[in-house]
């Protein structure tokens, strides 16, 4: 069946794709689940999956993330809202799990920067953003947490714009903070919009509305806040930037929100805005140029994910459609394989319930299952020839040695190795003589905890794991035999002779003392 030409560009043109980014603790996962609160994929928020009184959104899903309370896998939230398809990809929260991220930030059109408001812009955030500023996608920024004691909304503004150089317009301001936060100004709309606390923050809350000269607005914010608002609202319009489209859309500026997740404040009027703010799925680069959304269909895999659940013990492949009208069964190529396939097996995910995805338009992501064809990056397409410029990986930081417990039990460990490693859970190295045990490398030690974790649970595979103290790695260009004597001389998973050193010192040393070797550039940095 084909689709006509109308329809696709309509559905192309409601579709909306983005991610939060946000530093651990900032409330992505209170937002993520107000969203779908307002977006009607839950009732009421909370009720997605209780986590000893507090809730957890349906994607977290994994029993370590639960135990830790973070979030470690992504998936895809989606929901429609006022004629608009929503697809919010979850992101890993965990600063340890940030290859994941990278990866899943490679499939967003947009990213929701998620602020706290007593904290501003930290350490996280501003990598996260960095990989946003290379892709060029346009950012939205909330300021979360607006019922605590917060930085002055002028100060926040002015470190955004000095760490991350990006112009910052406010579409509404708030009116006190902590206790005494009373709402927002729209700054659009010239109106109020009143916060009242209710019990629990479950549901949506009552708001009450006023113009900045109505006389109503001394009696709903108090006087002095009053006063002071129309004060900062002089000084906005005289000194802040207009909010402008295009700069927005190039990744120059960010719209500001505030408001306060926990409390259902703020969240829907962010979720108004941004339907009509955020852009619907672009012109993918690839190897033939630019491929329009409306070509014929293709879709790149930007993440696996090994045993999504105990009932499905399989490999899913997340892939997004990149152009064209998806069916469930069709038939298409493999770039890199060259392999005819029929994508048969295809599900959304919303967590452990998996629904037959029957059809999917330009920015959805389909789930996959993966019987062990797909890597990361991969195109498939029915005209057979797409490829994209290389994924992002991250540069491990710390490395363990790993050993089997049990030596009967290799095959189980190999095959945990191999498929955890292609989720990018961990880096593998191999050393060249394989008689040594491999090196994980991770960008934080609680990888090495999740991946021995996985492994004991998904594979039945106990190990030993040491962390070593080699700290840097150097992909090697040149003669592999010129390394060979080197016992730190290992390989990757694609076979490529890579060293490790123990700092920055051993590295420049080795290189003097070595001119025969020669090192690769890391990959861009990030
Ligand atoms: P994350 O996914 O970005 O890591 O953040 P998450 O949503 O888990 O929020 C982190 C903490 O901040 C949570 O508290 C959450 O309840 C709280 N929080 C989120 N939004 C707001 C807000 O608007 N105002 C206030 N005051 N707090 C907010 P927690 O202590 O981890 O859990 P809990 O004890 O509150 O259940």
Known sequence: MTQPAAQLETEIARRRTFAIISHPDAGKTTITEKLLLYGGAIQEAGSVTAKEGRSHT????????QQRGISISSSALTFEYRGRHVNLLDTPGHQDFSEDTYRTLTAADSALMVLDAARGVQTQTEKLFAVCRNRGIPILTFVNK???????????????????????????????DGPDFRGVYD???????????????????????????DPQLDALVGRDLAAKLR??????????????????????????????????????HFLSNFVELAPSPGAA?????????????????FKLQANM???????????????????????????????KLRLSQAHTLFAQDREKVEEAYPGDIVG????????????????GKLLLPSFPRFTPETFATIALKDVGKRKAFMKGLTQLAEEGVVQVFYPTDGARDPYLGAVGPL????????????????????????????????????????????????????????????????????????????????
């Open 231 to 268: 004060a900062d609202v002089e000084l906005i319009q005289g000194a802040m930037p207009e909010f402008e489209a295009s700069a927005f859309l190039a990744g120059e500026l960010t719209p500001v929100f505030f408001g306060s997740a926990m409390n259902n404040f703020g969240v829907e």
């Open 368 to 383: 996959l299952v993966n019987p062990g064809v797909f890597q990361i990056g991969d195109v498939v397409s029915v005209d």
């Open 187 to 213: 700054l659009q709309t010239a109106q109020v919009l009143a916060f009242e606390r209710t019990s629990g923050g479950k549901h949506r809350a009552p708001m009450q509305t006023a113009g900045l000269d």
């Open 58 to 65: 349906k994607s977290d899903w994994m029993s370590i993330e």
């Open 447 to 526: 990888q090495f905890e999740v991946f021995q974790a996985r492994l004991a649970e998904e594979y039945g595979v106990e190990v030993e794991m040491n962390v070593t103290s080699y700290a840097l790695v150097r992909w090697l260009a040149g003669d592999p035999s010129n390394v060979a004597r080197f016992a730190r001389h290992v390989e990757d998973d694609q076979g490529r002779p890579v060293m490790l050193f123990r700092s920055k010192y051993d590295l420049e040393y080795t290189a003097e003392q070595h001119p025969e070797i020669e090192f690769l550039p890391l990959p861009k940095d990030l």
């Open 285 to 301: 680069l690839t190897n033939q140029g630019e491929r329009d959304p409306e070509a014929p269909f293709a879709g790149f895999i």
């Open 309 to 339: 659940s105990k009932q499905h013990r399989d490999r899913t492949a997340y892939m997004r459609v990149m152009s064209g009208h998806f069916e469930r069964g069709m038939d298409v190529t493999h770039t890199r394989t060259g392999r």
């Open 146 to 176: 607006m019922d605590r004691p917060a930085l002055d909304p002028f100060e926040l503004i002015a470190q955004v714009e000095e760490t991350l150089k990006i112009t910052v317009v406010p579409l509404t301001w708030p009116i006190g």
